[in-house]
């Protein structure tokens, strides 16, 4: 099993949640706008850099908005900006992109591409493969307390049912929420599967959750996982997946 976890919006509590994965040997991948035009705060440019030393950062937009209610020049403008913003705090290129609350079509994956992106990751849940398309990444799911109904809505909302059934039925027969993702991986421990977690720190801190995610990943470590950024799983998982 490769495990893959990616947590978006920049805020600074990811740094408690880089403190944690490394504890446990995990890299990850940390999506940054520049900005966040909700309000909350973005990681500072030296929190940013200490984090890069050990985890991938991507872009995350300018200012941490919904592309599909932009104008195309505009689209570009937050697309592009947001990645030049996050390299100059870096020094050095990114090459991931996260759209912002998995609002996408087809002319924000070429904007991306165009931008010089190399991926896009969206929020499809309970995929555990990577599709053909780096622009269109899946993850499993979100590491966050939803409903049953949630997870049924979001299942039927981005179709591929046939891949993503199997996954469907383990979270939901699940006993809790916090046992989907391990009884998710203790399903494909030895498989070439790629789980893939992704949430927000900010969630993780506002609901209380910290205790409950460390219990998670220790759960996964036992299981001996690889362990990638969502930059290695989209060119190598995505080969040994398929
Ligand atoms: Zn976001």
Redesign the pocket.
Known sequence: MILVTSW??GHPHDERIADMLARYGFSGTF?V?VRNSEGRPVLSGSALRRLSHSFEIGG?TLD?VYLTGLDKKEVHHQIRCGKEGVEQYLGREIKGF?Y??GRVNASIRDAVLESGFCYGRTIENLRIDCNGSPYSLPTTLQYFPHTKDILVKNFLRYGSWSRRAATLKLAIQAENWWDRLPVIAESMAHTNGVLHIWG?SWEVEKYGLWNKLEQMLKRMSSLRPASMTVLEVSSEGCRLGR
């Open positions: 978006d919006d999506f706008p995350h941490h996260c912002p609350g927000h």
